[in-house]
């Protein structure tokens, strides 16, 4: 393994040359300097700009409900983060509002219909609404979290799947300037991506979820696969939540 101070003299490297070892080497390479996430961490709207560099766009889901671990959440060190913050929840206002003054971007996290039978998230997007009440829900929805950027789905493996519905949301999302939108693909059957394409609305596709499994070691896992996609393709975005376990994590890696 090469000497730390031929890695750490630039940050950039250090992302680089730990790539093309273990993801435990990763961890390690990481730990020796925070200032490489200055240098690739990008909120999720930039992360594609054209660069000789790789980027790494961070979301944290969820947040709205708890208010210490999205304060947590919130504190993490290291580049801009993007906070995806669900509507009409206890502490979600405050905790966008908190993340944009420390320099974050913020975007909704809008409920949408999952498949099989879950709770009904306030706000929830449904395949049985009409297309009023979709809209006025949305709108709601939307004034709810101040601050957004953009807006990505919580849940939706049912109603992603809907073109009508994804054109809807998509005619709405226009209407709202500059919002992009990010498709957390929970199904791969999902035509939200290339719908927002198809209505002139910026989008992208979640590569990575960080914490599907919360053991260390899997979150260790896939910040590696992370950071691989990220050299190969030249930008990579990965989705986590504010579980004690990933925000440990985030906290020793950036």
């Known amino acids: 393994m090469p000497h730390a101070n031929s890695l750490i ?3 950039l490297n250090l992302c680089w040359v730990a790539l093309r070892y273990t993801s435990s080497a990763v ?21 594609t700009e054209t660069t000789h560099r790789p980027r790494i766009a961070l ?19 290291g580049g801009p983060i ?20 420390r320099g974050h971007q913020v975007i909704l996290h809008l409920p949408m219909e999952p498949l099989g039978h879950h709770s009904r998230h306030p706000g929830m997007l449904t395949s049985e609404m009409s297309q ?3 809209v006025t829900t949305l709108r709601h929805n939307i004034a709810a979290v101040p601050h957004i950027e953009g807006i990505n789905n919580h849940m939706g493996s049912a109603l992603t799947q809907q073109p009508q519905q994804m054109a809807w949301l998509m005619s709405e999302i226009k209407q709202h300037g500059a919002l992009f939108f990010l498709d957390s693909r929970t199904t791969p059957r999902s035509v939200a991506y290339p719908t927002a394409m ?17 053991s260390p070691r899997a979150i260790e896992v896939q910040f590696g696969r992370l950071l691989a996609k990220a050299k190969s393709r030249g930008y990579a975005i990965g989705i986590g939540h504010p579980y004690p376990e ?5 906290e020793r890696y950036l």
């Open 9 to 11: 003299s630039s940050p």
């Open 27 to 47: 961890l390690l390479l990481l730990s020796l300097s925070s200032a490489w996430a200055q240098e690739i961490l990008e909120p999720v709207k930039r992360v």
């Open 59 to 77: 979301v944290i889901d969820d947040l709205g409900h708890q208010s210490r671990p999205g304060e947590r959440a919130v504190a993490l060190p």
């Open 82 to 101: 993007t906070f995806a913050v669900l509507p009409h929840t206890a502490f979600g206002a405050r905790l966008a509002e908190m993340a944009h003054d």
């Open 132 to 134: 009023a009440e979709f």
């Open 198 to 214: 198809s209505s002139g609305i910026l989008s992208l596709n979640r590569d990575i979820f960080l914490d599907n499994e919360r």
């Open 246 to 250: 990933t925000l440990e994590a985030l």
